[in-house]
């Protein structure tokens, strides 16, 4: 019987990188203001931090809805070019060898 070889773990680890952006696409953006938070600071001051936001405002482009991200928070104009660039820098260093070009120059 095959044994798994460790190239079987980087195909596991890549089809879950392909899967967060479709769990990021769940998140309800259109939530109200009292909607229920994990953020220390905006639970102890009630006021929002500077990462409040964020994540549905990520939601809210997959949606394509860039006002209402632009709404939910002004600092996504710099944190999603962002994220997308180390998003896809490291989904491109999981990739699986079935999609990788071979080395020229070596012999097999």
Request: proline share 5%; glycine share 8%; aromatic share 14%.
């Amino acid at each position: 019987m095959d044994k798994a070889g460790p190239s079987s773990g980087n195909k596991l680890f890549f089809a879950l990188w392909l899967f967060v952006p479709l769990l990021i696409f769940q998140v309800n953006y259109y939530s109200a203001n009292a909607h229920f938070t994990i953020c220390l600071i905006k639970n102890i001051i009630g006021r929002d931090c500077y990462g409040c936001g964020v994540l549905r405002g990520i939601s809210a482009c997959l949606h394509l809805d860039f006002s209402a991200a632009y709404r939910l928070n002004h600092l996504n104009l710099l944190t999603l070019p962002l994220l997308t660039f180390l998003y896809g820098k490291e989904l491109w260093s999981t990739r699986p060898a079935c999609f990788r070009s071979p080395i020229r120059g070596t012999i097999v």
